[in-house]
């Protein structure tokens, strides 16, 4: 088989892996891009609190995203949907994310949620997974909240190469504490 030839099958194989993802991942106009799955799991919050509190994180009501200081943007909410973006702190990259609510026998609440990156990308340094984590981790984890505090349990699938580093959702020591002075739009 031809080097060529080789390279064109890899690709191929590559891109098919990087594709297959989560029903309810936002798709991308990159070929190959960096994407992240959770399922978070709130045995005694009812989705109804819990999207309250991450819409309120997406707004900015007094929170700033810990993870580098991104700014969220909300696309479309219903009660049982949720989508938004997130740019970087540093306004070059955006990425999208989707999420599903569902309430659990219990009264608890299941959120399905899928962030993809909108630019070629493999390693994403925990970007997409942190886009997801940080609009519902509490307390367990270290993160700000603007007035809610869930515990809960995660499944996370990422693609080839992305990363789910829970440290890595807190960035910089700078932006751990709500502050409006540090956020921008």
């Known amino acids: 088989m031809a080097l060529g030839k080789r390279y064109a099958v890899l690709l191929a194989l590559t891109t098919a892996a990087a594709r ?3 029903d309810n991942c936002p798709s991308s106009k990159a070929y190959i891009y960096a994407w992240a799955k959770v399922t978070a799991t709130f045995e005694t919050a009812a989705c109804a609190d819990v999207q309250s509190e991450m819409r309120a994180r997406v707004d900015g009501e007094g929170w700033v995203d810990p993870h580098n ?3 969220y943007t909300l696309e479309a909410a219903s009660a049982t949907a949720l989508t938004a973006s997130r740019t970087t702190g540093d306004g070059k990259y955006t990425d999208e994310m989707a999420f599903a609510f569902e309430d659990s026998a219990n009264g608890g609440c299941v959120v399905s949620g899928c962030s ?3 630019v070629t990308s493999v390693a994403d340094f925990s970007t997409n997974y942190c ?3 940080d609009l519902y981790c509490g307390s ?3 993160c700000p909240i603007v007035s809610s505090d869930f515990t809960y349990s ?3 699938t990422t693609s080839s190469g992305a ?7 807190l960035g910089s020591s ?4 709500s502050s409006p002075a540090i956020a921008t739009k």
């Open 69 to 71: 200081g991104g700014n």
């Open 154 to 156: 995660e499944k996370i």
């Open 20 to 22: 297959k993802r989560a």
């Open 140 to 142: 367990q984890d270290g």
């Open 163 to 169: 990363s789910s580093d829970k440290t890595a959702c």
């Open 131 to 133: 886009n997801l984590h």
């Open 174 to 177: 700078r932006f751990k504490r």
């Open 116 to 118: 993809a990156s909108q």
